[in-house]
């Protein structure tokens, strides 16, 4: 993938109807990025992966994550995520630099918490901190408050108050593969995007924040599969979290998937991807389940309508749509997708 495409969805429109989705064209290229201008990405590396967007005083921001080497073990190691910034939702992002994360990282969120709840920082960035072949986690970093966050505070892991032993028990552990050894007690886990809620949703809980993220089960209670979206809530942004369980099983088609939920209007959209069998260059597809209504600040976790995605013919082949592009809700009511 060397290019960020850009689609969009007018308010009313219904999500989970293709043919709603107006595509912007492309709105980044990887040559901004790479070497022979300034960047830190090999020319013809193809590697643009899982991006997001997010508005601060006026400002787009789109944070699309890359790689200093394209070849194993490097690949699996040395992804950044690169800042880019226009003055239009549609207009042309230019290079900023990159979030200074000590090691991998990729599948970026942003998290802004509203000034009156922040408990230590307004700005959070969620991302992967590896791959699946050394079995990467979910790590967040605090950033410098306002609307230019650009700089890392601090960052840690994500963890889990059990130590993990409820989503071992339900999704296994992750077994490293190439040239990684070891395993890890927990399952391959990414793209992940943290939300807010403020009317509990999980049954026995009162944590405000929602940890969503994407993993793969090699065994447990669940059996392996191909990759599940799950949740885990949190009393901080920081965690530790508490695995909560799956909101929507594995694809039969699409061994990877990455969702994220967006407010639209008076309903919620749960956007996520999958995989087709329509043609060899459609290996993944844009999906988005229907708006769902829902009491006030309370989301909808009924499993969402896995069969409403959708063949593409051409290119591009879409890497993802959702926080693995992101689906924002602009001041117009314009919902917003990034796919590669």
């Not at 939920?261 to 993944?284: E, L, M």
Request: aromatic residues 10%; proline residues 6%; contains cysteine.
């Amino acid at each position: 993938m060397d290019k960020t495409y850009l689609y969009t969805l007018d308010n009313g429109k219904d999500p989970s109807n293709p043919g709603n989705w107006v595509g912007k064209g492309a709105v980044f290229d990887e040559t901004k990025i790479d070497t022979a201008h300034g960047g830190f990405v090999p020319v013809g590396a193809e590697h643009l992966w899982a991006p997001t967007h997010f508005t601060a005083g006026g400002t787009h921001f789109l944070l699309v994550p890359d790689v200093a080497d394209v070849t194993s073990p490097g690949v699996s190691t040395t992804s950044e995520i690169a800042i880019a910034t226009s003055t239009s939702l549609s207009g042309n992002y230019s290079f900023q630099g990159t979030y200074a994360i000590n090691g991998y990282a990729s599948d970026p969120a942003m998290f802004r918490e509203k000034p009156e709840y922040a408990p230590a920082y307004l700005n959070w960035l969620v991302y992967a901190d590896g791959d699946g072949d050394n079995c990467g986690g979910i790590s967040i970093a605090a950033l410098n408050s306002g609307d230019n966050p650009t700089t890392v505070l601090a960052t840690s892991p994500i963890t889990f108050r059990d130590g993990g032993q409820a989503i071992k028990a339900e999704l296994g552990g992750c077994t490293r593969a190439g040239k990684f050894t070891g395993s890890v007690d927990r399952p391959y886990l990414e793209g992940a995007s943290l939300y807010r809620f403020d009317g509990s949703i999980a049954e026995g809980s009162t944590d405000p924040y929602y940890l969503i993220f994407a993993a793969k089960p090699s065994g447990g209670t669940h059996g392996a599969s191909n990759e599940v979206i799950a949740y885990a809530t949190a009393s901080m942004p920081a965690g530790p979290y508490t695995y909560r369980g799956i909101i929507m099983d594995a694809s039969s088609t699409e061994w990877t998937n990455q969702a994220s939920i967006a407010k639209f209007g008076d309903k919620y959209v749960f956007a996520y991807h999958d995989g087709t069998s329509c043609q060899a260059n459609d290996s993944r597809d844009c999906s988005n389940g229907p708006r769902r209504s829902s009491p006030t600040g309370v989301p909808p976790w009924s499993a969402p309508d896995r069969g409403r995605s959708s063949c593409r013919s051409g290119t591009p082949t879409v890497r993802s749509a959702s926080r693995r592009g992101s689906t924002r809700s602009s001041s117009r009511r314009r919902a917003a997708a990034w796919t590669h």
